[in-house]
């Protein structure tokens, strides 16, 4: 080999090592920028996840809440059908009674009737 062979291959490893050192540097960078996003992405993640636990709280809060309030409604609602069932019987119930009292009162006015007929004709028949 001659010299200047050997002095062109020198060279080549020269810059072939100047070339790796920039490859190794920029290998460096992009690990470093990785490392960086990676943690951006895990504290956005983190980040996100107490977003959904407070989300998910509030949620189960609020179902509680309208359950809670679902349950009351449906207490009153059966109170009040109660209520209305009761009002309808005792309604019944006294509807019955005036129709007993009418009856018995259509009753009386007839044999109070009959027994005016009856002194009406005995007067009659006194004359």
């Known amino acids: 080999m001659s010299e200047e062979s050997q002095s062109n291959l020198e060279d080549r490893i020269i810059d072939l090592e100047s070339s790796m050192g920039d490859v ?16 951006r992405l895990t504290n956005s993640v983190d980040q996100l996840a107490q977003v959904v636990q407070t989300l998910a709280e509030g949620t189960s809060q609020q179902v509680d809440r309208v359950t809670q309030r679902l ?52 007067d009659g028949d006194r004359t």
């Open 24 to 39: 190794k540097s920029a290998i460096n960078q992009l690990i470093d920028y990785s490392v960086q996003n990676n943690e």
């Open 71 to 122: 349950n009351q409604l449906t207490e009153t609602t059966q109170t009040l059908a109660e209520s209305v069932a009761s009002d309808r019987e005792n309604t019944q119930r006294r509807l019955n009674q005036l129709e007993e009292s009418n009856r018995s009162i259509q009753a009386a006015v007839d044999r109070f009737d009959q027994l005016l007929d009856y002194l009406i004709r005995r």
